[in-house]
């Protein structure tokens, strides 16, 4: 059974940077698309980016389009997102799922999730 393990967040300065990073173990990520999604308190969670197995496509959301980079490297078994420019209402949970047919944005197509790392950007 593939787990995931999301870490890196933390407290930012509006403006700042941040490296999240999620970590597979009990499976080879390589056969998995990784989205990375967040949730805010009250709201629905998102998806924000996508890469596939290959890393030869990814997505973003457009709120987040130029700011943040998806990368991932299969040798270390991890995905990362690269957050840039950070503002106060990227402050969520952040979180990074598995699933091995394509990318999706939606939620309910990943079955295997981490459990969440916290970013919080405030002055």
């Known amino acids: 059974q593939l787990q995931l393990v999301e870490s890196g967040g933390g407290l930012v300065q509006p403006g700042g940077s941040l490296r999240l990073s999620c970590a597979a173990s009990g499976g080879t990520l390589d056969d998995y698309f990784i989205g990375w999604f967040r949730q805010a308190p009250g709201k629905e969670r998102e998806g924000l980016s996508c890469i596939s197995t290959s890393a030869v496509s990814t997505y973003y959301t457009d709120s987040v389009k130029g700011r943040f980079t998806i990368s991932r490297d299969n040798a270390k078994n991890t995905v990362y997102l690269q957050m840039n420019n950070l503002k106060p209402e990227d402050t969520a949970s952040y979180y990074c799922?598995?699933?091995?047919?394509?990318?999706?944005?939606?939620?309910?197509?990943?079955?295997?999730w981490g459990q969440g790392t916290q970013v919080t950007v405030s002055s």
């Open positions: 799922a598995a699933r091995r047919s394509s990318c999706s944005s939606f939620r309910s197509a990943f079955r295997s």
